[in-house]
C-alpha cells in the first residue's frame, strides 16, 4: 500500500517560519510529482506548491509566491515545504499528495494523499 505522511506542521506567530516534511512509501518516488495542497475551515483545497518528478520544475501559487519554497529529495523519498513570512491566512491543514501526472493542475482521482498536517499562524 502508498502511505504518505505529513509532518511539521505547528502553531507559529505570524512573520515566523515552519518547515514541513513529506514521506512517501510504496511507490517509485521519482515517478511521481508532488505537491502541499492546503484547505481551510470551509473552503475547498488549494493548491500552494508543487514539484515535477525531478525536480526541475515547480509550481507557487500567487498567494505563497516568493514565501514559500518547494523541494524534494528522491534518495530520501521526501518533500519539503519551507514558509517564511507566515500570515494569519496561511492557517490551513497542509496535505501532501504524489501523482505521476504533471503539471498538479491535472491532477484527478488516482493521487495519493495524506492525511494532513496542522498549520496554525497567529496574528
Known amino acids: 500500500e502508498v502511505q504518505v505522511v505529513e509532518s511539521g506542521g505547528d502553531l507559529v506567530q505570524a512573520g515566523g517560519s515552519l518547515r514541513l516534511s513529506c514521506t512517501a512509501s510504496?511507490?517509485?518516488?521519482?515517478?511521481?510529482?508532488m505537491g502541499w495542497f492546503r484547505q481551510a475551515p470551509g473552503k475547498e483545497r488549494e493548491r500552494v506548491s508543487c514539484?515535477?518528478?525531478?525536480?526541475?520544475?515547480?509550481y507557487y501559487a500567487d498567494s505563497v509566491k516568493g514565501r514559500f519554497t518547494i523541494s524534494r529529495d528522491n534518495a530520501k523519498n521526501t518533500l519539503y515545504l519551507q514558509m517564511n513570512s507566515l500570515k494569519p491566512d496561511d492557517t490551513a491543514m497542509y496535505y501532501c499528495?504524489?501523482?505521476?501526472?504533471?503539471?498538479?493542475?491535472?491532477?484527478?482521482?488516482?493521487?495519493?494523499w495524506g492525511q494532513g498536517t496542522q498549520v496554525t499562524v497567529s496574528s
Open positions: 514539484i515535477s518528478w525531478s525536480g526541475s520544475s515547480t
Open positions: 510504496g511507490l517509485t518516488f521519482d515517478d511521481y510529482a
Open positions: 499528495g504524489a501523482d505521476v501526472v504533471w503539471p498538479c493542475s491535472a491532477w484527478g482521482d488516482f493521487a495519493h
